[in-house]
């Protein structure tokens, strides 16, 4: 517990200071369509575009059309872009500018901010409902806070933005650290009707050693994927499969040493 409180207070305090933290969605910027003629290679327009000393930029393949691709960018530099294409490809196509203007990055901040509050009172109500328990409840949803909240303070730590790819992360985490959660929940209750005479805190290191080959086994299949992910996923998906390898490691670390625990603590 006081090592996790100690990640939390060092991640927050980092949160709280760097102010370059927002991603495009949250802080504001540009969205700017192109379609180059011949169809380039991603890696390929990234590095002319860093030649042009235009950094900052998250480019992104545009699937619906050949050749396509998406810039976004904090700045308003689609001109420069285009300009520094233009020299070496023989045709670029404008198909479009959005602008995402500070107010609207205002709102979509506070709505992601209310999602994520909103699932986690969610999984609160669930839990106690399924385990008859408040402190079952109360115990689970601390140890989610626990997870998006150094998964947060680690991603800003590491130097990553927070956009909207990463709100999705951080609700998955949510639901596949819960789910772990309810695994070692389910044990405690089944154990709790047959040895009944074991104290709390024995029926928990029961349950917790019977369910610890699931849950290492399942945890590293599913980091397996999101090293993948992050290797070979592309710059477009850096975030979100960090976000989501921080939070797969720290929901299975909570599953073990926060959510259970903390029953046994709710309880005394």
Known sequence: LVISLILITVGMINFGIKKDKWGIDFAGGQIAKYKIIPPPKIDEVR??????????????????IKGGIIIRSKKDVSLKVEESLKKKFKKVIPLGVERIGPAVGKILRRKATLAVIFSLLGILIYIAFRFKHFDFAFAGVIALFHDVLITLGILVLAGFKISLLVVTALLTIAGYSINDTIVVYDRIREI??????????????????????????????????????????????????????????????SSIYIASPLVLLLRR
């Open 47 to 64: 590095k002319i575009l860093h030649q042009a000393n235009l950094k900052d930029l998250l480019i992104q393949e545009f699937k619906d």
């Open 192 to 253: 709790s009707k047959r040895l009944y005479k074991l104290s709390l805190k024995e029926i928990i290191n029961k349950a917790i050693n019977q369910t610890l080959s699931r849950t290492i086994i399942t945890s590293f299949t599913t980091i397996l994927v999101v090293l993948c992910m992050l290797f070979f996923g592309g710059e477009a998906l850096k975030s979100f499969s960090f976000a989501l390898l921080v939070g797969f490691i720290t929901g299975t670390y």
